[in-house]
């Protein structure tokens, strides 16, 4: 996902990429039926807890295609085409990933946070070089949305090639889980660094929120006295302030293209520690709940999802900025209560691992930024987002580093 997205930013191509993924995706359910298979032969026919939930809401999902039979559903089966390719198939990586042990699933998870690491530091980058290629890059994808806007505007928010909202919420998750793996002190410092950079650089509120729950992790388990940890709080906050003002000076000898000192007073201060983020979001969550209302069982799986607005199957019915209410009025009150039920089992099976309070932090993030930003929804997030719950669940027999 990462490579497809990188070779859409050098090619200034802006290909489909589903198509790749999606045929990948079938591979990872031919994996879920030998685990389930397997499991199921060994343990005479009973499954864990989360395996067993996460694969009734599977079975929810698929079963609600015959929602769109009801009476005045605004949203044409094609909807859920969409729903298959975004909610669905991600759900297969909680089980194919449970076919491995710690051993293997460590250097995995290692991995794809060195990967997530990779995606900040180009960012990172891209946001300092700003070439044509990036620049034109942004206009024509992941600003697309927003046509017209100057060339100072694209750089707005720290975007890299899979754009603001992923990096926002996967700086402050990568950054905790990168505590688990046995790294160089100096090396963790520096990618952890990264992290927070670039979650701040994003301007999103999420990204404030994933940074803030990270410090906090870091804050209440690690093993210091409380002078270190203020030392600590305050050689990343001298840090994060002469990274600010490194961009600031950088933008301003071209043109004052950002001024970041007056967005850590305006954006940071003023819209998101003394503005009220959910009143800027009510509109997700009033067209959720008149689904609801009128469609206690859900509209089908996909139906409010912005790629099926975007596809014209159900035009202006999307809800967006608001995760848990579009889970409701595709899937109901018995999705979103089984979505829920998921996370709770998740959070038990944690309770005696070595590395819980790190996955914790990680599922909390996750849990917080979707009330007002669709992160289940996403690409790659969705996908990161399950690939983690199989893991939590799975047996841990290795320590925190």
């Given amino acids: 996902m990462h490579f497809l997205a990188i070779v859409q930013m050098l090619s200034g191509r802006n290909f489909r990429v589903f198509w790749i993924v999606d045929s990948v995706a079938v591979f990872s359910i031919f994996l879920s039926v030998v685990y389930l298979a397997r499991y199921v032969r060994i343990h005479a026919g009973k499954l864990a807890k989360p395996d067993f939930l996460v694969l009734l809401y599977l079975g929810w999902s698929l079963f609600s295609v015959f929602f769109y039979l009801q009476k005045n559903n605004p949203a044409s089966w094609t909807a859920f085409l969409y729903g298959i390719h975004y909610l669905v198939f991600p759900i297969f990586l909680y089980f194919s990933v449970k076919r491995l042990d710690w051993s293997f699933q460590e250097p995995l998870l290692k991995n794809i946070c060195y990967l997530n690491v990779f995606l900040f530091l180009v960012g990172l980058l891209m946001f300092y070089w700003q070439p044509a290629f990036y620049t034109e890059f942004l206009r024509t994808n992941i600003m697309s949305q927003y046509p017209g806007l100057a060339e100072w505007q694209l750089y707005g928010r720290l975007q890299s090639y899979l754009g603001s909202t992923t990096i926002g919420l996967l700086s402050g998750v990568t950054a905790v889980l990168l505590n688990i793996f046995k790294i160089p002190a100096l090396k963790k410092i520096a990618m952890i660094s990264a992290c927070l950079f670039a979650g701040v650089l994003t301007q999103q509120r999420g990204g404030f929120v994933a940074v803030a729950v990270g410090g906090l992790y870091f804050i209440l388990t690690k093993k210091q006295k409380i002078l270190m940890k203020v030392v ?170």
């Fill in 232 to 401: 600590s709080a305050m050689a990343a906050v001298l840090l994060l302030i002469l990274a600010l003002n490194f961009f600031h000076n950088r933008t301003a000898a071209i043109g004052d293209r950002l001024d970041l000192t007056n967005y850590i007073k305006l954006r940071l201060v003023r819209d998101t520690i003394g503005g009220n983020p959910f009143q800027e979001r009510i509109s997700g969550y009033r067209n959720g709940l008149n689904n609801v209302v009128r469609f206690p069982m859900g509209l089908g799986l996909g139906a409010t999802t912005s790629a099926a607005d975007a596809a014209q199957a159900n035009p202006g019915g999307q809800v967006v900025d608001a995760n848990y209410m579009r889970i409701m009025s595709d899937l109901g009150l018995p999705g979103l209560a089984l979505f829920l039920l998921i996370n709770g089992a998740v959070l038990r099976s944690l309770r005696k691992k070595p590395n819980r309070f790190a996955f914790m932090a990680a599922l909390a993030i996750y849990a917080v930024v979707a009330l007002g930003t669709n992160v289940f929804d996403h690409y790659y997030m969705g996908h990161f987002y399950w690939l983690l719950l199989g893991i939590m669940t799975s047996r841990q027999v290795v320590a925190a580093a």
